[in-house]
């Protein structure tokens, strides 16, 4: 059975005319678009689970990424972009390298990966721990992180503004600090931006503390919550990306939720993923 209302966008740096043919046919499309050497949209595609089970499968062991989006959809039927930080919108975690300052990276990354896996459940306790580990590290560590080390993932600036072009709104929303999402919040002209606050002496040095209340999975999920009612919004028209198992509740909320690079158990509950492409690549989901 196909539904003309539903099309399936194939994304791959390597998207070959065969391989669009192939998965035309294992999804039983009628019409082809390229939308760019990356990208092609398939119309009146196969929706039923079998099909898109077979499709799911042959995608994953050619490095595609796939989704099936309603055919008239565009970005500015959406009001609200909302983004996690560390692996989501840049390239790093930001306290893994922070704590290499000290000799510390290994036993950090490891309760971090952990987090993300979501098998430590009490990100806030996690992150503690995390953070303790960083005392006597001099705060200007962070300038060199933010300067040497963090990179915007590929696609992002290309996605915000054009997020902002269609007149969405956008967060940066983080477990990770306020000295980075401020410079990215000016950097790329987010409209809002939230983070844990790291602790530092008048000496300069970070005392392993974090100030104030943490920005966990609740928290995260709140303020989505309250930018998008900020700006007349549901959240039912917010699109939010994230990788972690601390993003799970503030994707939930979303209309369409996206796992970018994400853990298995982000994947398995985001309604769309991005493996393969970058952030930009949910540009292609809506027509233009």
């Known amino acids: 059975m196909t539904d ?3 099309h399936l966008i194939l994304q791959s740096p390597d998207l070959s005319a065969d391989r669009i043919e192939q998965a035309a046919a294992l999804a039983c499309a009628n019409g082809v678009r390229r939308i760019s050497t990356t990208a092609a949209r398939l119309t009146g595609v196969a929706g039923d689970e079998a099909s898109r089970k077979e499709l799911a499968d042959w995608c994953a062991s050619r490095h595609m990424d796939y989704a099936y989006v309603p055919g008239q959809a565009k970005l500015s039927d959406y009001r609200v972009l909302a983004m996690d930080m560390d692996s989501t919108l840049i390239n790093i975690e930001c306290i893994d390298e922070i704590a290499d300052a000290v000799g510390r990276k ?10 993300m896996r979501g098998e430590i459940k009490d990100f806030s306790e996690s992150l503690r721990r995390r953070v303790a580990l ?5 705060a200007t560590a962070l ?14 600036e290309r996605l915000v503004e054009s997020a902002r072009a269609a007149g969405l709104k956008i967060l940066l929303v983080s477990g990770g600090f306020t000295f980075f999402t401020e410079r990215l919040r000016l950097r790329l002209q987010l409209d809002a931006a939230h983070a844990n606050t790291l602790e530092v002496n008048d000496s300069g040095i970070l005392t392993g503390r974090v100030l104030g209340d943490i920005v966990d999975a609740q928290a995260k999920a709140r ?14 028209q917010a699109i939010v990306i994230g990788d972690g198992a601390n993003d799970l509740q503030m994707m939930k909320l979303a209309g369409i939720s996206v796992a970018y690079r994400a853990k298995p158990v982000v994947q398995q509950q985001a309604s769309h993923a991005l493996n393969y492409t970058g952030l930009d690549g949910v540009l292609n989901w809506f027509a233009s």
């Open 106 to 115: 290994p036993e950090v990354a490891a309760i971090t990966e952990a987090a």
């Open 134 to 138: 960083l005392q006597g590290v001099a």
């Open 223 to 236: 303020l989505v919550q309250q930018f998008a009612a900020s700006h007349g919004a549901q959240t039912s």
């Open 4 to 6: 003309s209302s539903i």
């Open 143 to 156: 300038e060199e992180v933010y300067a040497d080390r963090l990179k915007l993932n590929p696609g992002a």
